[in-house]
Every structure is written in structure tokens, then in C-alpha cells.
């Protein structure tokens, strides 16, 4: 609706210089003010006078009944006065004529923007750490990066999708005694990640009553930073295990990366950043360990060395951000990580900024909720995850028992269970605000009742399959619209792109997932009560098949939008 509020606002504009011609208010200002009534039938878009009454010293209510009693174009709208608001109903020509031709114009393009245009965004997500199991909690960042890509790219940017590694740390000292001491060769290549997980969880059980062996990882990982050759060949069988195994989730999900530069790949560009720090007298020694003081921010101390003088993540995350701005000059560089990493970014993007770097303010932080299951935090030490191969794989189950049972002669039945299997579980998840703490449920991510994935994919199917027993769509012509079902699904198609821009603006994909529904659920209502094919006079059956066209094309790229694929038939 944003193209019609566009109008409205320059004409309310106007209208302001004929009634109130000693005050000017601009087509921006009047703009900013409109908003949505909570209760359609009150109007599709409002203007509030509260705010007018200040500038042109006239109570509300006076200042709606002066406006609606001018003349606007019926083409455009009708107008009421309610007390001190303005409500204006949107006209069905306007939807026939404006909406769906310009959808129909733009196809796949719909919604989208320049406003990235000769812009770079570098985005950090997914990052895994290596020699652990891609579990549930993984899902967060990489959904939700995986979507902001796909919002910027939608919007011009040019986008690089990195995968930031957790490849280095003393963790790998843990994994290199565990192997040393209780692993074989033959059984990790057979059990691949499965097996280094238990090597990693028995260690801990181990160092509980045996803390020598924290020291003993410590020194092995030490050995790994002095690029010792079997601590190297080690580690880089380990990186290559895991790689394996996580391509085949980021297949599952439709994602690739750009790079896969990991924490290990700045080993050689930290020293520079060290460097920096000591000339601009920003390093200080606390208790034998090197830090950025930030008491003066309100923040406890940035670790930058430990005191053997091995490095850490912050030390790792400002080699990087140089690394990329000198790589790929972006504009922006944003990192989804869960929200209990919000202080350590905090941290070093103020280091950043203190060593003289101007870009500092183009590192954006994007934070999500934690997950738990059944109330407990997640754990690799521990075992307590729900591993996403695990969990893909009973969704997809789950579906397929459904095809077979609905739609048994269905030609690409596993692909299509894939797709609507593993786009349960991620619209699941990004149905909620992306800061929102999630307790995860498997009946709750499994279920395909009310505002789900399925439900949006099944009405997508359903679109495609109308148009085809149409034999085609009629290009233009007449637009004659008769039920309010029409008009509801127009002026929700009408909402595409501000729902995007508002996705985008605030790093925020589930406004996608629920103009997704929302979108589905006024065709579903459309499709119920009007019918298509079937409608007695051949304009309003071709304008139906163009609403039901329309619906396909917006479906399909929201879908793309949160990592979701589209079945032409389910």
C-alpha cells in the first residue's frame, strides 16, 4: 500500500495549502503520519489529525471533517471522518488497475528496491564450530543470516556470505588428547562427527576428576598455534570430517557461502592488529594477560592475549573485520550471532573504533534468542541437543507419509518432502521475532496445523494448479472487481513491499513469514468464495486468474525470501 499512500499524501498535501493556506505541511510529513486502523472496516489507511492540530491551530475532529469534505477521486478512494482520524477506503480500481498491473510488471522483482545499489554487505552467520554436530541451536544463525542475505540482496546489495569457521581455540587441544587417548583412526572415519562429539564429551567427563587434562589440552593447542606438524595434520582431518557433514544441512537448506574463512585463516593478520593496539597505547597488562581498558564505556575489560600470549575470539573478530573491509569494502558487516554474544560484540567493535578505524560503524551486531529444549540449555559437553540431520529427517518422514497417502503418484515425492519437510522446521522458526527465546518443542516444529510452512507451500501448489488447468493468464485488459475477497487479497498484495523494506530495516525476517500467512490466508478466503475458472462472466474471470497469478508470483519470492523452496504440486 505504499505506492497508495504515496498519492494520498501528496494530495492530502494540496488540499492542506487550499484549507489551512497560511501553513504549509509537506507530502513527507503527512506521509509519516498515515498508518493502518487496527479494525478494517473502519478504513484501509488513516491519517490521525493529532498531530496537524499543532501546526494548523484546529482541534482534531475539525481538521478530519474539513478534509472529507473535499472532493477525492473515487478512483483512488473514499473518505470518512471518525472523530479526530481520517479513514480512507481503498477503491477497487485502483487495486484492479494500479496493484496487479504493477506486479504483473515487475514479476519476481515485486517488492524489491535500489536502495543497495553499488552497496557491499560482507554477512557473518552459520559459523559452526568444527568437530561439533549442527544441532538446533545452529538454526538461528543460519536461517536468519541466510534470509537477511537474501532481504539486502532483494534490496541491490551485493552480498558475501561467510562462514566463520570456529576452526581454531583450545577446544582442539581437548579433541587432539582425546583422540591420543581413547580414538582410532578407523573408528572416526566410520562415525564421522558423531564420533569426535563423543571423543569431546568424554573428555569433559574425564577432566572432572582428572584436571590435568585441561592443562594437557591447553599445551597441545598451544603446539597448534607453533604449527606442529601432527597437531596440523590432526586438526585439518578434523576440519574436513566436519565440512562433510555440515555441507549436507547447508544442501538440505539451500544455502552456499561465498568464503569459509574460519578463525584459523587470521592467525597471520593478528599480530598487525596486536600491533596497533601497543602503538596507540591501548594494550595495558592485567594480571599477565593483555586488554582494551573500556571502563570509560560502561564495559568490563576486552581480552585481546592470554597471558601465554595466545589469542582469543575478540583478537580473531578485529583481524577479520580489517581482513573484509580490505577485502571487500563493504558497507556493512553484520554478524547474527545469539544474543548472549551481544557484550563481546559491544566489546570489540568499541576496540575497533578506538584504534582509528572509520568503518567501526558499519559492523552491526544482529542478535537472536537462545534455544533450549524442554526448559535446559543446550550442551555439546553434555549431549543435550537436538541434532538438525535428526530432526530434517523426521519432518521429512513425516511428510512423505502424507504424500503417499493424498498423492501417491506424485513424480518427485522425495524432493517435494524435502522441500516442505525441511521448510517446516525453518518457518518454525522464523515465525517468531528473532530475539525471541525459543524452549523447543519437536511436536511444535513437526506440526503442520494453523501458521505454518506446509500450509503456506500447500497454497502456493494450489495457485500453480489453477493456473495451469487455466491454460494460461490473461496479460491486462479489463479489471472488474466484485467481492470483498478480491479486494482483501489486492490490498494484501498491495503490503509486499513495505513488508519487505520493514524486514529489512529492522534485521528482521519474520515479518516476511507473517505477511506470509497473511497473504495465503486472503487468497485461501478468496479462493473459497470466488470462483476462477468457473466465474460466469469472462472479465471477472480473467481478472481472478490474474489475483490468483499475482498470488503465485508474491508467494514464491516471500518463500525465497525465508530460505523456503516452492512446489509446483505437493
Same mark, same amino acid.
Not at 47 to 71: E, H, Q, V, W, Y
Not at 136 to 146: A, D, F, N
Not at 228 to 243: C, G, M, Q, R, V
Not at 293 to 300: C, E, F, I, R
Given at each position: 500500500?505504499?505506492?497508495?499512500?504515496?498519492?494520498?499524501?501528496?494530495?492530502?498535501?494540496?488540499?492542506?495549502?487550499?484549507?489551512?493556506?497560511?501553513?504549509?505541511?509537506?507530502?513527507?510529513?503527512?506521509?509519516?503520519?498515515?498508518?493502518?486502523?487496527?479494525?478494517?472496516?473502519?478504513?484501509?489507511?488513516?491519517?490521525?489529525?493529532?498531530?496537524?492540530?499543532?501546526?494548523?491551530?484546529?482541534?482534531?475532529?475539525?481538521?478530519?471533517?474539513?478534509?472529507?469534505?473535499?472532493?477525492?477521486?473515487?478512483?483512488?478512494?473514499?473518505?470518512?471522518?471518525?472523530?479526530?482520524?481520517?479513514?480512507?477506503?481503498?477503491?477497487?480500481?485502483?487495486?484492479?488497475?494500479?496493484?496487479?498491473?504493477?506486479?504483473?510488471?515487475?514479476?519476481?522483482?515485486?517488492?524489491?528496491?535500489?536502495?543497495?545499489?553499488?552497496?557491499?554487505?560482507?554477512?557473518?552467520?552459520?559459523?559452526?564450530?568444527?568437530?561439533?554436530?549442527?544441532?538446533?541451536?545452529?538454526?538461528?544463525?543460519?536461517?536468519?543470516?541466510?534470509?537477511?542475505?537474501?532481504?539486502?540482496?532483494?534490496?541491490?546489495?551485493?552480498?558475501?556470505?561467510?562462514?566463520?569457521?570456529?576452526?581454531?581455540?583450545?577446544?582442539? $587441544?581437548?579433541?587432539?588428547?582425546?583422540?591420543?587417548?581413547?580414538?582410532?583412526?578407523?573408528?572416526?572415519?566410520?562415525?564421522?562427527?558423531?564420533?569426535?562429539?563423543?571423543?569431546?564429551?568424554?573428555?569433559?567427563? @574425564?577432566?572432572?576428576?582428572?584436571?590435568?587434562?585441561?592443562?594437557?589440552?591447553?599445551?597441545? *593447542?598451544?603446539?597448534?598455534? @607453533?604449527?606442529?606438524?601432527?597437531?596440523?595434520?590432526?586438526?585439518?582431518?578434523?576440519?574436513?570430517?566436519?565440512?562433510?557433514?555440515?555441507?549436507?544441512?547447508?544442501?538440505?537448506?539451500?544455502?552456499?557461502?561465498?568464503?569459509?574463512?574460519?578463525?584459523?585463516?587470521?592467525?597471520?593478520?593478528?599480530?598487525?592488529?596486536?600491533?596497533?593496539?601497543?602503538?596507540?597505547?591501548?594494550?595495558?597488562?592485567?594480571?599477565?594477560?593483555?586488554?582494551?581498558?573500556?571502563?570509560?564505556?560502561?564495559?568490563?575489560?576486552?581480552?585481546?592475549?592470554?597471558?601465554?600470549?595466545?589469542?582469543?575470539?575478540?583478537?580473531?573478530?578485529?583481524?577479520?573485520?580489517?581482513?573484509?573491509?580490505?577485502?571487500?569494502?563493504?558497507?556493512?558487516?553484520?554478524?547474527?550471532?545469539?544474543?548472549?554474544?551481544?557484550?563481546?560484540?559491544?566489546?570489540?567493535?568499541?576496540?575497533?573504533?578506538?584504534?582509528?578505524?572509520?568503518?567501526? %560503524? @558499519?559492523?552491526?551486531?544482529?542478535?537472536?534468542?537462545?534455544?533450549?529444549?524442554?526448559?535446559?540449555?543446550?550442551?555439546?559437553?553434555?549431549?543435550?541437543?537436538?541434532?538438525?540431520?535428526?530432526?530434517?529427517?523426521?519432518?521429512?518422514?513425516?511428510?512423505?507419509?502424507?504424500?503417499?497417502?493424498?498423492?501417491?503418484?506424485?513424480?518427485?515425492?522425495? @524432493?517435494?518432502?524435502?522441500?516442505?519437510?525441511?521448510?517446516?522446521?525453518? *518457518?518454525?522458526?522464523?515465525?517468531?521475532?528473532?530475539?525471541? %527465546?525459543?524452549?523447543?518443542?519437536?511436536?511444535?516444529?513437526?506440526?503442520?496445523?494453523?501458521?505454518?510452512?506446509?500450509?503456506?507451500?500447500?497454497?502456493?501448489?494450489?495457485?500453480?494448479?489453477?493456473?495451469?488447468?487455466? $491454460?494460461?493468464?490473461?496479460?491486462? $485488459?479489463?479489471?472488474?472487481?466484485?467481492?470483498?475477497?478480491?479486494?482483501?487479497?489486492?490490498?494484501?498484495?498491495?503490503?509486499?513491499?513495505?513488508?519487505?523494506?520493514?524486514?529489512?530495516?529492522?534485521?528482521?525476517?519474520?515479518?516476511?513469514?507473517?505477511?506470509?500467512?497473511?497473504?495465503?490466508?486472503?487468497?485461501?478466503?478468496?479462493?473459497?468464495?470466488?470462483?476462477?475458472?468457473?466465474?460466469?462472466?469472462?472479465?471477472?474471470?480473467?481478472?481472478?486468474?490474474?489475483?490468483?497469478?499475482?498470488?503465485?508470483?508474491?508467494?514464491?519470492?516471500?518463500?525465497?525470501?525465508?530460505?523456503?523452496?516452492?512446489?509446483?504440486?505437493?
Amino acid at each position: 500500500m505504499q505506492d497508495f499512500k504515496v498519492k494520498l499524501s501528496h494530495i492530502l498535501s494540496e488540499k492542506a495549502k487550499e484549507l489551512y493556506p497560511e501553513h504549509e505541511i509537506s507530502g513527507d510529513d503527512i506521509l509519516s503520519m498515515l498508518e493502518y486502523p487496527p479494525d478494517t472496516s473502519m478504513g484501509d489507511v488513516a491519517l490521525p489529525c493529532f498531530k496537524l492540530s499543532r501546526t494548523l491551530r484546529a482541534a482534531p475532529p475539525a481538521i478530519a471533517a474539513a478534509f472529507a469534505g473535499t472532493d477525492f477521486d473515487p478512483a483512488l478512494c473514499t473518505v470518512s471522518a471518525a472523530g479526530g482520524y481520517l479513514n480512507f477506503k481503498v477503491s477497487g480500481t485502483y487495486l484492479g488497475n494500479d496493484v496487479l498491473k504493477e506486479i504483473e510488471n515487475a514479476g519476481e522483482k515485486y517488492g524489491s528496491s535500489h536502495i543497495g545499489d553499488g552497496k557491499t554487505v560482507c554477512l557473518d552467520y552459520a559459523s559452526p564450530n568444527i568437530a561439533k554436530p549442527f544441532h538446533i541451536g545452529h538454526l538461528g544463525t543460519t536461517v536468519i543470516g541466510h534470509s537477511l542475505k537474501k532481504l539486502h540482496e532483494f534490496a541491490g546489495y551485493k552480498c558475501i556470505g561467510i562462514n566463520h569457521l570456529g576452526d581454531w581455540g583450545t577446544q582442539f $587441544g581437548k579433541l587432539i588428547v582425546a583422540y591420543r587417548l581413547w580414538g582410532s583412526k578407523e573408528e572416526i572415519e566410520n562415525g564421522g562427527i558423531d564420533s569426535l562429539v563423543a571423543l569431546y564429551v568424554k573428555f569433559h567427563a @574425564e577432566a572432572e576428576n582428572d584436571p590435568s587434562l585441561d592443562q594437557k589440552a591447553r599445551d597441545e *593447542f598451544k603446539k597448534l598455534e @607453533e604449527h606442529d606438524p601432527d597437531n596440523t595434520a590432526l586438526w585439518k582431518w578434523f576440519i574436513d570430517l566436519s565440512l562433510r557433514e555440515y555441507e549436507k544441512t547447508f544442501k538440505q537448506l539451500d544455502i552456499t557461502f561465498d568464503s569459509y574463512a574460519g578463525e584459523s585463516f587470521y592467525s597471520d593478520k593478528m599480530p598487525e592488529q596486536v600491533q596497533i593496539l601497543r602503538d596507540k597505547g591501548l594494550l595495558k597488562i592485567d594480571d599477565g594477560a593483555s586488554i582494551v581498558d573500556l571502563s570509560k564505556y560502561n564495559m568490563p575489560p576486552c581480552l585481546i592475549l592470554k597471558k601465554d600470549g595466545s589469542t582469543l575470539y575478540p583478537t580473531r573478530d578485529i583481524a577479520a573485520a580489517v581482513y573484509r573491509k580490505r577485502t571487500y569494502n563493504f558497507d556493512k558487516c553484520i554478524y547474527v550471532t545469539s544474543n548472549g554474544q551481544s557484550l563481546h560484540f559491544a566489546q570489540w567493535f568499541k576496540v575497533v573504533e578506538l584504534m582509528g578505524y572509520d568503518w567501526a %560503524d @558499519e559492523l552491526v551486531h544482529v542478535p537472536y534468542g537462545t534455544v533450549s529444549i524442554d526448559g535446559k540449555k543446550l550442551s555439546t559437553r553434555t549431549g543435550n541437543v537436538v541434532l538438525l540431520k535428526d530432526l530434517f529427517a523426521q519432518a521429512i518422514d513425516k511428510v512423505s507419509a502424507l504424500i503417499e497417502e493424498k498423492n501417491p503418484n506424485l513424480e518427485n515425492r522425495d @524432493e517435494v518432502a524435502e522441500a516442505v519437510g525441511v521448510g517446516a522446521v525453518v *518457518f518454525h522458526y522464523l515465525y517468531n521475532s528473532r530475539i525471541k %527465546d525459543i524452549n523447543f518443542v519437536m511436536e511444535d516444529a513437526l506440526s503442520f496445523d494453523g501458521s505454518t510452512g506446509p500450509y503456506a507451500q500447500y497454497t502456493y501448489a494450489r495457485t500453480c494448479s489453477i493456473l495451469s488447468k487455466a $491454460g494460461g493468464v490473461p496479460k491486462g $485488459g479489463k479489471a472488474v472487481i466484485t467481492a470483498d475477497e478480491e479486494a482483501d487479497v489486492l490490498k494484501t498484495l498491495a503490503k509486499f513491499p513495505e513488508r519487505v523494506s520493514a524486514a529489512l530495516a529492522d534485521y528482521e525476517p519474520s515479518v516476511v513469514t507473517r505477511y506470509i500467512i497473511e497473504l495465503c490466508t486472503a487468497f485461501n478466503r478468496f479462493y473459497h468464495a470466488c470462483p476462477i475458472i468457473g466465474a460466469d462472466d469472462v472479465d471477472v474471470k480473467n481478472t481472478r486468474l490474474r489475483i490468483t497469478a499475482a498470488c503465485n508470483t508474491v508467494i514464491k519470492t516471500a518463500l525465497g525470501l525465508i530460505c523456503l523452496r516452492a512446489p509446483e504440486k505437493i
